[in-house]
Structure formats: C-alpha cells, structure tokens
C-alpha cells in the first residue's frame, strides 16, 4: 500500500529519465511545491486578485500567475535547458545552449485561486530550437516528458514519459513527492467535463460530438483543467474545451497546455484529438497557439471523432 516508504520522486526520476529531463522534472517539482506553500496562504499575505495587467492572452493578470511564473522561470534555468516558454511571457526566455524547449503553463486555472484547486502544466520537447525564427513548425510528438501538478488536498503531481504515467502526492511533513498512483490507466469512464453554458456558441457537429461523448457519464466541470484532467486519470471520463463561435481556434493552448495534458493522458492510455485528429500532430508555429482539446478515456474520445465527422 502507497505510504511513507513508497519510492519518492527523485528515485522514479532517476530510473526513467536521462540526467537533463529527471533533473528539469525535478525543477517542476520544487518549484511546484514553492508554489503549494504560497497558495496555502494566499489570502493572509495579500496575494489573491488581480495585478491590473494584461497579459500577451489579453487575459488579466492575477498576483499568483506572476509570483508563479517567477517561480517556475527561476527553477527551470537549467544545464539542457535551451528556452523556456510560459503562458506569461509574451516571447521565449532564451537560456542556454541546451538540447530543451521547456513549455509551462506556471498557474493553470486562474479563475479558480483562492476558491478551489489550481495547477501548473510542463512540457519538455526536443529539436524545437529556433522553430518559430526559422518559420517551422514543432508538435507534440517532440515531447520527451510532461508534468502536471494539482494544487489541492492531497497535492499531486503526475509525471509521464511517453511509455507511462505515475502519480505522486506531496508529503508536507518531509517535503517529499511520494509515488501513491504508479503506472496510471485511465480508468473506465464515470464522468463528462465541459463548460456546457456555452453550448449556444457552439458549432452544430459540436454540439453533436458532444452528446455523444458525453452519452451515460456524469457532468463534473471545475474550470482548472489539471482538475478535470486528474479526475480523468483517477476515476474515468472526458474533458473536452472545444472550438466554439467566441473561440474559433479553442481556447486552450497547444504548448504548454494540450499537448503536455494529451501526451500524459495517451501514456496511461487514453486518447487526445481536436476533434479530428491527434493533438499530437497538430503543427505548432507559435508559442501561444491555441487549439480544441477532446481528452480522456479512448472509447468517449473516439465517439466525439465519430459525432464530429458526420456531415451538418
Ligand atoms: P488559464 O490558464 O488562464 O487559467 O486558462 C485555462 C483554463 C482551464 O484550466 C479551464 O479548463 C478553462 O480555462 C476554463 O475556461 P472557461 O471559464 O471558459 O470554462
Ligand atoms: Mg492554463
């Protein structure tokens, strides 16, 4: 049974991953854990609403997304690492000489701080260097590794390569991550999440895919897609934010938010399409590209495709 004795982080990252991603995954974590401490006391140090920006999203900032992304920046200037992408940053941090693009999303779910659970998302890709200068494009099958960490009771932070998914929970007595979920498979499904009062502005082959996906599951939405997304690994169903009349291109973005989650999601073996494809293979030629995601379990995923192809 997974306790105090389960293996810690550093022990499955040393085992399944070459020195630069183990240690870059282990930057997330700490930084990860930084970030636990300051959202447990947000309210009493003045750090819940807005900083009266606007960030290169046009979405306004909060005071935690910029305390987060300085938190994530600082931990992931590492040996391998050659720039890092942030939802933050209007442009790529350039770092060094490394083989590594590192894409994180530092406070995922920003509408949600100080009431419920919030996250943070990476993805660590290869051979994207100077992609988006010399006019090509990247996609997520340059992934080598991606992380998400949701900030709730317990903490968990879920680390994958391409071959598997582990979950671990933040053990706050020894500041440990702990493996309490190894090898995760996406369970059968029990759960739909969406944000269903935007169904007037969705597309009719949408609205279609939609139903069917969603056809003998339960609605849970928390408006943090790590949420969502955890909800899927653990206990089984779909998370979809589609394209809809406000968003033609989706919401989310591919870099450091579909791509990572999809690449965790298919390595316990689910599926993630944009509705017609994997969003594994969707060219990326910007750092803040956005897309559709349909993410979760296969057979609900490979139902929204079906919905989705039928002619209006
Ligand atoms: P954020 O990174 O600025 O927080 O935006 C992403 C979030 C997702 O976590 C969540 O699923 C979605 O936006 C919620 O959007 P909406 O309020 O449109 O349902
Ligand atoms: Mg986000």
Request: aromatic share 8%; charged share 20%; hydrophobic share 40%.
């Amino acid at each position: 049974m997974p306790g105090t004795n389960s293996p810690d982080l550093a022990t499955v990252l040393r085992e399944q991953f070459a020195a630069p991603v183990g240690v870059i995954l282990q930057g997330f974590a700490d930084a990860s854990a930084s970030l636990r401490d300051l959202l447990a006391v947000a309210p009493l140090r003045d750090l819940i609403g807005a900083t009266g920006d606007v960030n290169v999203q046009s979405e306004m900032t909060a005071k935690l997304d910029v305390a987060a992304n300085t938190l994530f920046l600082d931990a992931l200037r590492l040996p391998g690492v050659a720039r890092l992408i942030s939802e933050e940053e209007p442009h790529p941090v350039e770092v060094g000489d490394g083989a590594y693009t590192c894409c994180f999303d530092p406070l995922d779910g920003s509408s949600n701080i100080g009431v419920a659970p919030v996250g943070s998302v990476l993805g660590i890709y290869t051979d994207a260097a100077g992609a988006f200068e010399a006019g090509y494009a990247i996609t997520g099958r340059q992934l080598v590794a991606a992380a998400f960490t949701v900030y709730g009771l317990p903490t968990m932070l879920i680390v994958a390569s391409a071959e598997r998914a582990d979950g671990f929970a933040f053990d706050p007595e020894d500041r440990t991550w702990r493996l309490v979920s190894p090898q995760m498979r996406t369970p059968a499904p029990q759960y739909t999440s969406i944000n269903w009062t935007y169904r007037d502005r969705w597309p009719a082959r949408v609205a279609r895919a939609v139903d069917r996906a969603s056809d003998g599951l339960r609605g849970r939405y928390s408006g943090s897609m790590v949420e969502d997304v955890l909800r899927v690994l653990m206990a089984g169903g779909v998370f979809m934010y589609p394209e809809d009349d406000s968003s033609p291109s989706g919401k989310l973005r591919m870099l450091y938010e579909i791509c990572p989650i999809g690449f965790i999601v298919s390595a316990a073996g689910g599926d993630a399409i944009d509705g017609t494809r994997a969003v594994l293979d969707v060219p990326v030629t910007g750092p803040h590209q956005r897309g559709p995601l349909v993410v979760g379990d296969r057979d609900a995923v490979r139902r929204y495709q079906d919905g989705y192809a039928l002619a209006d």
